[in-house]
């Protein structure tokens, strides 16, 4: 299919709203565009973290979800308990593929679920006694972990129960941090607010804990890795470049990472942040009160990680600057043998993008490398300033979606007809019995790293071992075939 103009991209989006009552239709209106390279704000075009609409299918989650299950959870010497109902601590359980590396019940506890398991007492009399027997019971069943973070659900807000009396008592008693994080899922509209909220509970019971310790060795190369999860690897991979460059590496937040790289980050001379959605409010604080400088940068695809590398090298001195160039010549051979081995098989194809946090805007240079063209793209939680770093990164005319509904992005899909689509596991199995090529992207289904040059080369091989896989021309669509046969009985007759 050829590229969509300007006034077609915009008849789809009217298309598609028409089956909306009035107010709906004008509401959703606000959230899809066509994308306009000239605009400097996204605001001009789209809008964005508003409530969802009532009575349409939303793919995104709750505020509990983005400080648990984003950025708590991998925190791996730590013990997060999950303050309520015994399901949410099992849903945001290990879903998210944080790789971390330990002793699992001993030292580290990542895909460990800890819950308050809430019954109907508890919602009548209240948890915080319960919860104050349970913090005792960690200490003494688990005497290895460094800290514990209780994760309030829904029914904790709902009662008013005490968890930060509970966690200022526990603190003094088994002398370790106890933090109380108030991110029941009814907060905010979606997980971002449970980000932030996570954000602010690392600012005020974390973060300042050392700031009188001298103990701390630093070095005018020292930086911190924020906002990367270590999904499949990612941080590692990361983290390897940024040492053959010559910096070291305090801290990672919060892949792989523990609280005490966490305490220590105000020491370092630069915060790289990965995700900017979900950390750039801790990034924020820090450069406000210890003067440390932030910047985003993106390690999918050698062209965005050549531009990264030399941006961050530019913030020191010739010694980085020279590591930089090196480690972008040392891979060279390796990323042009994958692009010359891969290109071919998927020049021209077209992607749809539908993710969370920073993916709907920094896989596209990936894509770009391949061949690719990304031809719409959307988030499920994004901001203005999300959209803002978007516009540049899409081509003109191309399809903006936030919040876009399953009803929506199914019927963007059947007009646009992409070669590939990468969202979300809600999403995967509607589009694979559509018959079109699907990758999960939100944990890289169950491949990775995706991060550096040694990534690219995986998130290669899994693009084309999706598109090309033989198995499309035998998926026969269950409604094209039922339409078919409606054809062929009413010819015969």
């Known amino acids: 299919m050829a590229a969509m103009t300007r006034e077609e991209t915009e008849a ?51 505020a509990y979800a983005g400080s648990k299950g984003v950025v708590w959870g991998p925190i791996k010497d730590m013990i997060h308990i999950s303050h309520g109902p015994v399901g949410c601590g099992q849903y945001s359980r290990a879903g998210r593929r944080n790789y971390y590396v330990g002793t699992t019940g001993i030292n580290t506890f990542g895909t460990m679920n800890f819950t308050s398991d809430f ?28 800290g514990i ?104 937040w919060s892949g792989d990472g523990t609280i005490a790289e966490m305490q220590n980050t105000p020491k370092v001379k630069l915060n790289l942040i990965h995700c900017y959605r979900s950390m750039n409010y801790i990034a924020r ?20 990680i050549a531009e990264s590398l030399r941006k961050i090298a530019a913030h020191f001195d010739e010694t980085i600057q020279a590591g930089a160039e090196k480690v972008i010549a040392k891979y060279q051979a390796e990323y042009d043998a994958v692009i010359a081995k891969y290109k071919p098989r998927l020049q021209g194809k077209r992607v749809m993008l539908y993710v969370g946090g920073l993916r709907p805007r920094h896989v596209i240079g990936a894509y770009e490398d391949l061949g690719m063209e990304v031809v719409g793209t959307g988030y499920e939680f994004g901001h203005n300033d999300d959209y803002d770093r978007t516009i540049k990164e899409m081509g003109n005319a191309t399809l903006l979606y936030d919040d876009v509904t399953g009803y929506e992005f199914e019927e963007f899909v059947k007009k646009i007809q992409p070669d590939l689509i990468g969202s979300g596991i809600k999403e995967k199995y509607i589009f694979q019995k559509m018959g079109i090529p699907f990758r999960q992207m939100h ?47 009413a010819a015969s007759a």
């Open 12 to 62: 789809l989006i009217q298309e598609v709203l028409e089956v909306y009552p009035e107010q709906a239709k004008k509401d959703r209106a606000k959230h899809l565009a066509v994308n306009d390279q000239s605009l400097e704000k996204s605001n001009k075009c789209i809008t964005s973290n508003r409530k969802s609409q009532p009575g349409v299918m939303t793919i995104r989650g709750c």
């Open 119 to 146: 019954q109907e007492k508890d919602i009548v009399f209240g948890g915080d006694k319960k919860l104050a027997k349970i913090i005792n019971e960690i200490e003494e069943l688990f005497p290895l972990h460094k």
């Open 149 to 252: 973070s209780i994760q309030s659900e829904c029914p904790i807000g709902l009662i008013g129960d005490d968890i930060e009396a509970v966690a200022k008592k526990a603190n003094k008693e088994i002398d370790k941090p106890v933090v109380p994080v108030r991110c029941e899922g009814f907060r905010g509209v979606s997980q971002s607010l449970g980000h932030h909220i996570a954000n602010d509970a690392i600012r005020d019971w974390v973060l300042d804990s050392r700031d009188d310790d001298t103990s701390f060795e630093a070095s005018p190369y020292d930086v911190a890795v924020i906002g990367d999860y270590n999904i499949g690897g990612d941080a590692w991979a990361s983290r390897t470049l940024l040492e053959e460059m010559g910096l070291r590496v305090v801290a990672q």
């Open 285 to 304: 604080h820090m450069e406000e009160k210890y003067n440390i400088p932030w910047i985003e940068y993106n390690f999918f695809g050698p062209t965005k």
């Open 443 to 489: 944990s890289w289904d169950y491949s990775g790293p995706y991060h550096g040059y040694d990534g690219f080369a995986i998130f290669a091989r899994d693009m084309d071992m999706t598109l090309n896989n033989p198995c499309w021309k035998q998926v026969k669509v269950p409604w094209k075939t039922a339409e078919s046969d409606a054809v062929a009985v």
